[in-house]
Structures are given as structure tokens and as C-alpha cells.
């Protein structure tokens, strides 16, 4: 996956948030839809999973709890996301995505240890 522009990352033991800027030329948009692009969910899956990255979280997605996605994301978009801290041993990453106060996708991504196990 192509890495979306991280703007900041701000991390303490509570909370992780980062802006992110989705580009106005971005190739995932590309056919989906004409006429009306939006940002793929598997692409905002793939945006929390880079912030963990660049967080130091090895971010092996194993699964997919509770994931609603509520508004579109559109190319130009600035989104912030905000992950509860993940710990040393934990398998989940429960975050919340938005533009703004609006509230664009939320859930909890399932991650394998750099061992391989849940």
C-alpha cells in the first residue's frame, strides 16, 4: 500500500492521534466511484494500520471487529486518527477516524504478534 502523508503523530499512554492527508490525486480512488470518488474501506484499514506502524506497532491484521464505516472520505481530505495506546502485549488496535467533528469510521482492527499469534 501506498503510504498516505502522515502530517503528525502525537502518542502518550492514553491516546495516539495523527492528522493525515489524503492527496487529491490519490490512485486509490481510481474507478471507485466515476463521477463521485471516494476513499475504499480496505485503504482507511490500511491508514490505521500505517499510523501503528510509524507508531513502532508491528501491524500484522488478523481481523475485524466492530468496523463501521459512517461518512465517505473524498481525495483532499485532511482525517485524523485517534487509537486507544495500544500496550506492549496487546492483539487489538481500537481507533476512531474523523474530519473534523465528523465522525468517518470507527472499530477495532485484530493484530497477530511478531511471533504470529493473536
Do not use: C
Request: no cysteine; net charge negative.
Amino acid at each position: 500500500m501506498t503510504p498516505f502523508p502522515i502530517i503528525n503523530l502525537e502518542t502518550n499512554e492514553n491516546a495516539w492521534r495523527a492528522k493525515v492527508q489524503i492527496p487529491e490525486d490519490t490512485s486509490y480512488v481510481d474507478g471507485h466511484f466515476p463521477g463521485e470518488a471516494i476513499l475504499p474501506g480496505v485503504a482507511e484499514i490500511g491508514l490505521v494500520l500505517q499510523v501503528l506502524e510509524r507508531g513502532g506497532v508491528v501491524a500484522n491484521l488478523t481481523g475485524i471487529k466492530g468496523f463501521r464505516f459512517r461518512n465517505p472520505v473524498k481525495p483532499g481530505d485532511t482525517l485524523e486518527v485517534v487509537l486507544k495506546a495500544p500496550g506492549p502485549n496487546d492483539s487489538s488496535a481500537t481507533f476512531d477516524l474523523r474530519r473534523g467533528t465528523e465522525r468517518i469510521a470507527n472499530g477495532t482492527l485484530l493484530l497477530a504478534s511478531d511471533e504470529g499469534t493473536a
